[in-house]
């Protein structure tokens, strides 16, 4: 069950981030099959990699395994960036959220 849920998760951010699995595994100094193996359920990482494939997402394992939010990368920016409004600029960017949720 959380297998699939992992191994899903995993290609969605792989995806986002436009790599291929091969680049993917050796930039966590696996072998090039590494995330492949994963991603076809034949293997689950240990907990060190998982906490190494988090640290590359630049996401949280919390913000991982959510998957109600389907790009975090895009969601801490867009937040970083409200940061910086003031009320009115606010007002207008919920304005645009409101209408798009239509």
Do not use: W
Not at 55 to 82: H, R, V
């Amino acid at each position: 069950m959380f297998e699939g849920m992992f191994k899903e998760r995993l290609t969605q951010l792989r995806l986002q981030k436009d790599v291929s699995a091969r680049d993917m595994s050796l930039s966590l100094g696996q072998s090039e099959s590494y995330i492949n193996k994963i991603e076809t359920k034949d293997t689950l990482p240990s907990m060190t990699v998982f906490f190494y494939i988090c640290d590359y997402f630049g996401i949280t394992p919390s913000e991982f395994f959510d998957t109600s939010i389907e790009a975090p990368n895009n969601l801490k920016e867009t937040i970083e960036l409200l940061k910086t409004l003031n009320s009115e600029q606010l007002e207008h960017i919920n304005a645009i959220i409101r209408d798009i949720k239509k």
